[in-house]
């Protein structure tokens, strides 16, 4: 027993994930958020340093909060991946103004919305694989982020935008379809939600000016039609930053307000 005691109180912080903030109680809506940077957001951050600039529709609010990189809920601010897409500069993504869209949907919406950051910037569909690190962190901190929450919430989507890796190449752009119907399958398995709501959003633009960018934008768009419950939604056009890659903080905006309109349409 006398061996025990150091060690106990470091057991009591283990079953207590998600002491820091108390999961916003009834009619919570989690959203889990993965894919590469864009998703992680570099809205004013793409020259080096994040400019900290933060518009109304991404302000903090007592009915969203975030999943933290230790396992607990707490306040959600940008950057909404910090401590989450490790070794880059990150800004503003789509995760805030998705969250205010949602909320602001009279009668159809919920109390309350809690975000799980998962994405990692610069990552192939390659690395989001069953059984790879960046697979198995989703799937853990989205089953902590529920637990966390006693069964006052539910897991309503997978915000996804990913594949600008992809368009690099030819071998991953041709095998994208496939793994992207493997990790919609298996996540709704690992996840027991056979019907769990995806929302892809169509890449814009290829990283390094990859040549299989339509090759990609059609595997997503196919997906959508092989696979029961998966939304798409398209960033073309969307204005983006001066390093001609990322979307910029008032395009994330815009993206935050389709992803929201899409996932109202399914309610
Ligand atoms: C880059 O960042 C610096 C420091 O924050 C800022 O003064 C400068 O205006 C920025 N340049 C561009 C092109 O955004
Ligand atoms: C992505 O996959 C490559 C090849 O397996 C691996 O070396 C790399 O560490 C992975 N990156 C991440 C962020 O998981
Ligand atoms: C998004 O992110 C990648 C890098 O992770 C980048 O190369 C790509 O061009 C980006 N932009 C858009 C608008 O999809």
Redesign the pocket.
């Known amino acids: 027993m006398a061996m025990l005691q150091p060690v106990l109180p470091f057991l009591l912080l283990l079953l207590l994930p998600a002491a820091g903030r108390p999961c916003p109680g009834g009619r919570t809506r989690v959203f889990i958020l993965a894919g590469q940077s864009n998703m992680s957001g570099r809205g004013g951050a793409t020259n080096g340093t994040w400019d900290g600039v933060v518009p109304p529709e991404c302000a903090p609010s007592p009915r969203i909060s975030r999943f933290s990189p230790a396992l607990r809920w707490e306040e959600a601010r940008e950057p909404l991946h910090a401590g989450i897409d490790v070794g880059n500069v990150l800004g503003v993504g789509p995760g805030m103004p998705f969250a205010h869209a949602v909320l602001a949907a009279a009668g159809v919406g919920p109390a309350a919305v809690g975000l799980v950051p998962c994405a990692?910037g610069g990552?192939?569909l390659?690395?989001w694989t069953r059984g790879?690190?960046?697979y198995e962190r989703m799937v853990t901190r989205a089953r902590a982020a529920l637990d966390g929450c006693g069964g006052g919430a539910e897991l309503a989507a997978v915000l996804w935008y990913q594949g600008e890796t992809d368009a690099m190449s030819r071998e991953d752009a041709e095998l994208y379809q496939g793994r992207m119907e493997t990790l919609v399958r298996d996540v709704r398995r690992d996840l027991g939600r056979p019907d769990l709501l995806v929302i892809e959003v169509g890449i814009a633009t290829a990283q390094y000016n990859g040549k299989y960018l339509s090759e990609v934008r059609e595997a997503q768009k196919a997906v959508t039609r092989t696979v029961p419950n998966v939304r798409y939604v398209d960033a073309m056009g969307l204005p983006i930053a001066s390093d001609k890659t990322h979307l910029t903080t008032e395009a994330q905006v815009q993206l935050g307000n389709m992803l929201a309109k899409s996932y109202l349409e399914t309610l």
Request: aromatic share 0%; glycine share 0%.
């Open positions: 990692q990552t192939p390659a690395n790879t690190e960046l």
